[in-house]
């Protein structure tokens, strides 16, 4: 059976990507999990490069790549320290992974996400925001990160208000092109509903 | 080239119909456009019917439907008006259309997709909201409801607030399952950008 995607956002970058006029290769930074969405990519004509640093993420699409025999390029890797060459990529995202960092990592990420692109390249992120009703709960770091309790382990997050991101693009000079605000409201686990919230961007490199 | 689907959203809806473990078949109301969302559906196993108002927007997915040869049996029809019995369809939805009509008619067509919808089916519409930088530009008609100038067209535009969707559905006793708001700020045609404003909604036809 055919996957569905349950990356939404990505079709959007893709549609940007397209735009650029560049050769389709791209770089996912926590590229890992039961349904990779550089297979997407793949499947529109991308080569795709992906890292992750869970080895259990990566043994989820090493399983998802034999199940539908495909070739994604997945390999162990930090987002703080990429192992890629200066402007080595036309396109590169991250997709909800960023926000399970300090917000001093989360901008080390961005600059080594900034670095390994191409200028005139593209840059998808997203980040959870202030108004995901997890905000806020459990024991807070720095402003903003707090430690959570996930399948019984801690585990930091950390949060954006609505233009904390444009601010730090700015400071990278990564240009915005695109924003979305989101608040999403679901069926929680075990009955009732739960709130999340989300912001995402795509930047480019200058010229 | 294999098509990009712009209507994300609709990637969640289907996700939440695999779930309801109903045969697959599908209703669109405004299916036509060079786009057509059917064919995703069609894609992943669905029977397919859509109905639009606009001739030319039913030329257009005739061109795609030859183009990519599936037939997604789009015909002319009014979706205040259905021609379909009671309980003749598991899913439906309309995307990106009920907001061209006064709010009168929103709900007029919405009681019609409930009322084609069988018990345990679902609904997914979207609304563009308030918070979109168009809301309050143009001739106010009724409260919410504005002419607007699309293309050299008067056309007319319903602005919902955040909860408003949650109140009508809660008149037709329709049951929330999902909603996303969402503000986009991309870029706009002749430069600058342009805030869009949307709430999604997938409800539920009560057994």
Not at 20 to 46: R, S, T, V, W
Not at 120 to 135: A, H, Q, Y
Not at 170 to 197: A, D, H, N
Request: hydrophobic letters at 35%.
């Amino acid at each position: 059976m055919k996957p569905i995607f349950r990356q939404n956002q990505l079709f959007t970058f893709m549609l940007y990507c397209n735009g650029q006029g560049l050769e389709k290769n791209i770089l996912d930074c926590g590229a890992g999990g039961m349904l990779p969405p550089l297979a997407l990519f793949k499947e529109h004509g991308y080569e795709t490069t992906g890292i992750d640093i869970s080895d259990k993420a990566i043994e989820h699409a090493n399983k998802f790549q034999s199940e539908h025999s495909i070739k994604l390029n997945i390999t162990k890797g930090d987002m703080k320290e990429l192992s890629f060459e200066d402007n080595s990529f036309n396109f590169c995202y991250s997709y909800n992974t960023i926000f399970h960092m300090s917000k001093e990592d989360v901008k080390k990420s961005l600059e080594e996400m900034k670095r390994v692109l191409v200028p005139g390249g593209l840059m998808f992120v997203n980040f959870v925001s202030t108004s995901d009703e997890r905000c806020g709960i459990g024991e807070e770091v720095r402003p903003g990160e707090y430690y959570e309790m996930e399948h019984g382990e801690k585990v930091l997050h950390s949060y954006f208000d609505e233009n904390e991101g444009d601010e730090l693009f700015r400071q990278l000079g990564l240009k915005r092109i695109y924003k979305e605000v989101r608040k999403r409201i679901g069926p929680k686990l075990g009955g009732g509903f739960v709130t999340l919230g989300y912001i995402d961007y795509i930047v480019e490199k200058s010229l």
